[in-house]
Nanobody, 124 residues
Framework: VQLQASGGGLVQAGGSLRLSCAASGSTFSTYHMGWFRQAPGKEREFVASINRRGGVRDYADSVKGRFTISRDNAKSTGFLQMNSLKPEDTAVYYC??????????????????WGQGTQVTVSS
């Protein structure tokens, strides 16, 4: 599967952005999906994940109540709605996919497929 993330940009604190992850080359509904982010000088970290059918969703504590992960399998696209953005949310955001039987959740190493990343910058 090939993943293409988009929707990043520059936004003021308190604002919103919606990231998209378009999948191609394989049946999107057979993949679990996750979003991760990496700020300068920091390791890549888990943001949110969703299972194949969308019935299970997990979030990092730092984004709970502000971010919502979703997917549209008919359109082979995943989404990350980000509200109440903070300067500490500034990072490159990556979407990832996994076809493993077990739902990978926040386990970065269980996602073999990665998009190219989209920059999110939140100004104070």
């Amino acid at each position: 599967v090939q993943l293409q993330a988009s929707g990043g940009g520059l936004v003021q604190a308190g604002g919103s952005l919606r990231l998209s992850c378009a999948a191609s080359g394989s049946t999107f509904s057979t993949y679990h999906m996750g979003w991760f982010r990496q700020a300068p000088g920091k390791e890549r970290e888990f943001v949110a994940s969703i299972n194949r059918r969308g019935g299970v969703r997990d979030y990092a504590d730092s984004v709970k109540g502000r971010f919502t992960i979703s997917r549209d399998n008919a359109k082979s696209t995943g989404f990350l709605q980000m509200n109440s953005l903070k300067p500490e949310d500034t990072a490159v955001y990556y979407c990832a996919a996994s076809r493993y039987t077990d739902y990978p959740g926040n386990l970065l190493h269980r996602y073999p497929y990665w998009g190219q990343g989209t920059q999110v910058t939140v100004s104070s």
